[in-house]
């Protein structure tokens, strides 16, 4: 496919869409053309942090305003760069068009006023953010110790899978007053530039709109990145991604420069013995496996892959996740459309892997796989498929279990989110869970439904890390002078 | 030529007697004959036999095939001689391992008792000791090795048609018959193992060379085992998601620690020893020398460092493949190989370890298959057989239609450009060919994480050094 597709670099508030370099896009088939940015590293890092006074001198009502007001003009159906974006997310994305639709139409709801409030209150503290929060009297009296959250100068490699990534990385930018350059990815280099672009158009010159740029670069590029990750231009890296990617990026480390990683994660699920009480606990059961599997059309890491399920391994017990498998198929493919649809770039090595289980079946059960509509395979002994890091496009493997110590020592600290039902089962694993490297416990259903309180996210406090915590201790002048004299 | 066409429609292994050159000199329908009358042969009397044969048959609505396009949807997944569970491995379940390589071979294997057998290479060997099977292990990219369930005498017969593609190539009897002129075996690797191309080896060390004494191995005694091959896949893929410290290693392995460490040690002395009998042994002579390329250019590096070049006779073979996927060789690298060896007659083949009959590199840079392979080329995205003619590019597909004991039908990894199905080469031949430009199609663009058999050996070297490091 040619390169119609112009992503613009957007460099504090200016748009320069002078685009010279083609890239190849995911999935073989699309291009797109953007800026050469060798050309404008210098106007891209900010000369000295001292130049991020200008966003001290607004307040964080005003921010929480400024948001507002971007927000109302990002409705898809009328701004023209969403528009853009989302033409070529159908061709990059895994994300069907009806799941992106409802991605895109959700996006406006993300800055509006209560919302961006609640977030810099739960994920920092809107006093911290405001000035600087003087801490209880201390041990010594003499002393008194005030603390502010302050923005810090950040390069952030941002995910493509969902383009709300993008989307709270601008607001989360405004909120803790910092200044980002974000490097898009090549499976969404549009969406946050739409956003961004729909902020020059609307205040060119406001101080949020000239301390955020979007930019697309392919990654590696040492001549870029050698230039950006450099502690006396930037301070933090926060990297969401892919293990290589990450670990690429660690040559560049040294003091001054932080990296926060949001690493590639797998989810997972665990089912006690409830499930089967009765034919209606099972089907509610299914349905709710269902979203967890499905939602996204599997393509986030909170979604579950293999899912333990305390059957038993006895024949009867295989039936019952024999069961369990044929319901969850059929209600994967009774998802409602905005949430999942058949896959449309189905994985052919996955297919590959699916089609050879014709081989081995007395080990596994497939339920679907013929096409595209997903798949659920049961595995006929208490071990799960080999590939089960390649499940993906709404393919998920049952392991039947007789001891649910099977599914904890299964957890890692590659382990995001695990769905469990029931709810006493949480409350009895919840600790030993946490000990193994799970980073999120949600009832069964909620891996990829809820998260709708802003909270921390694969064990860290990204937005705490991503701000400078200073510090201001003030003592009695008589009480330190006496420390010199013996 | 009507003799080759109804010989190979009766009996395609009667290819192993042929004039190699008649093969691409088919007309089109002859060809096509060969390759209908082929299938439906294989189809008639490996479907009862192989119970994943039928149900694939009986699933896709297929009880007869009347076209080449109509057997497309019987070929077996690229994944299907590796679909065994690795917990077979992980638990020692080698009578699972048996009997699920049983369901893909007409031999009988009910009979082995595998009590007692812990690893991958000591259950190579007992199919070996007790049945027909010389099983062919493959590389792996994720520690999972395919097995392919080949015959004692199906690999005789697989060089025996390689010998003669190098006798006839350029015409019948236009190059040396190595099978009655013998040449010393020279070969950069492992004396024993159990992947094709050391399975080759060890014919071609009695075939072409007339018996091991007139033939050199860089490693004589040391044995590439799949067992180490499998976890240097499942270390590599681990590394890729950096969990390589969770690999849990099977104790059987463990065990042999000791043995992999002192190999290791020897392996400077082994090369030394390698160049040595090299240049003492066979100075001058016309040798046969089987490698892949990337193998090939670091010996020749080695060879050169220690001021050793020109070492064979002029008249000397060279036969190659693999292509250098994986590693990364200079633009000369050619030059530096044959500076070293002081021969360039070459022969270059497209192959797998899964096909009997592999395809030769012709002057235009075309790979031709043989009759006896029926290649198809599917869209990649709905996994149909694309047009038999014109130039197609899509996902590579083949039958193999010499084995007569299990289904050669297999989709293959690979992405490529197939012409030739109604124009010839400009090299003469008729016939589907390949051009140059072959990837796999799980490779990431712009990037390269695979093991393939050119970079395996390396691999294989890091798992030794990992198994030996560890201190589990």
Known sequence: MSANFTVPLLLRGQIIDEATVEFGGRRGAVSFRA?????????????????????????????????????????PADNPHLQQAFE???????????????????????????????????LIGIDYLEGWVEQPATLLPETRLSIRAVGARAVHIIAGNVPVVGVTTVIRNAVTRSDAIIKTPSNDPLTTAAVVRTMIDMAPDHPITRHVSV??????????????????????????????????????????????????????????????????????????????????????????????????????????????????????????????TPHKAFDPELKAE????????????????????????????????????MLACRVANIVPIDDIETAVRSVNSYTQTIGIFPESLKLALRDRLAFQGAQRLVSLGGAATLMRTPQPQDGIEPLRRSVKWITDETADGDYLASMAVS | MSDLVENLKRDPVSFVDAHYNEGFALRREERDAIGLAGLQKRFAELRPALPALAKLAADQGIDAIRTIDDAAPLLFPHTAYKSYPLSFLERGQFDKLTRWLGGLTTIDLKGIDTTGIQTIDEWIALLEARTDINLIHTFGTTG??????????????????????????????????????????????YRHGASAIIRGMNRMAVDYAGGYENALFLYPDAYFSADVVSLAGRLRAAEARGEAGQLTLPPALLARRDEFAAREQGRAVDMDRFFAAAAERFSGQDVFLFAVWPILFEWAEEGLKRGLKGIFGPNSILTTGGGSKGKVLPP?????????????????????????????????????????????????????????????????????????????????????????????????????????????????????????????????????????????
């Not at chain 1, 670990?247 to 499930?275: F, M, N, R």
């Not at chain 2, 369930?149 to 006798?167: L, V």
């Open chain 1, 35 to 75: 800026p050469d940015l060798s050309r404008h590293l210098n106007e891209l890092t900010l000369s000295t942090p001292s130049r991020m006074a200008d966003l001290y001198a607004i307040s964080l009502d005003e921010i929480f305003d400024f948001l507002a007001a971007l927000g109302k003009r990002l409705h």
């Open chain 1, 354 to 389: 699916l089609d050879a289980l014709a081989f081995v079946e007395d080990e596994f059960r497939l339920y679907g796989g013929r096409t595209n509509e997903g798949a659920v395979i049961v595995s006929q002994s208490d071990s799960s498929v080999d590939f089960a890091r």
């Open chain 2, 144 to 189: 999972k090795l395919s097995f392919l369930p080949r015959t004692k005498t199906q690999g005789w017969q697989t060089t025996t048609i390689n010998a003669h593609c190098i006798r006839d190539f350029a015409g019948y009897n236009s190059g040396p018959d190595v099978l009655t002129h013998h040449m010393p075996l020279i070969s950069p690797s």
């Open chain 1, 215 to 340: 930019a697309y670069w392919k990654g590696g590029d040492q001549q870029i990145e050698a230039h950006l990750y450099d502690p006396g231009r930037i301070e933090k890296i926060i990297a969401w991604g892919g293990f290589a990617g990450i670990k690429h990026l660690t040559q560049y480390l040294q003091p001054g420069l932080d990296l926060i990683t949001l690493d590639p994660k797998h989810s997972a699920t665990i089912i006690g013995l409830e499930a089967f009480a009765d034919d209606a606990t099972l089907d509610s059961i299914a349905k709710r496996l269902a979203l967890d599997v499905g939602v996204l059309n599997q393509e986030g890491c909170v979604n579950a892959r293999v899912v333990y399920v305390q059957s038993g391994t006895d024949a009867a017990g295989l039936e019952r996740a024999n069961a369990l498998g044929k319901r969850l198929f059929a209600a994967l493919q009774s998802l409602p459309d905005h949430l999942s």
């Open chain 2, 332 to 472: 000369n690298y050619k030059d530096v190989i044959f500076e070293f060896l002081g021969f360039d007659r070459h022969f270059e083949f497209f192959g797998m370890s899964e096909l009997m009959a592999n395809a030769p590199r012709c002057a235009e840079g075309h790979f031709h298959f043989p009759p006896v392979i029926v290649p198809y080329v599917l869209d990649p995205a709905t996994g149909q057989p694309l047009p038999r003619s014109g130039s197609q590019t899509g996902r590579l597909a083949l039958m193999d239609l010499m084995p007569a004991t299990y289904w050669g039908g297999l989709v293959s990894g690979d992405e490529v450009t197939m012409a030739g199905f109604d124009e010839p080469c400009a090299c003469g031949r008729t016939g589907p060919y390949l051009e140059a430009d072959i990837r796999r199609f799980s490779e990431a663009p712009g990037g390269d994480d695979k093991i393939n058999c050119a970079g395996a050996p390396e691999a294989h070297d890091r798992a030794i050094d990992f198994l030996v490091g560890s201190t589990q």
């Open chain 1, 88 to 122: 070529l997310s159908r061709l990059t994305s895994g994300l069907s068009d009806s799941i992106l639709r409802h991605h895109y139409d959700a996006i406006p709801s993300f800055f509006e006023r209560d919302i961006v409030r609640d977030l810099a209150e739960r």
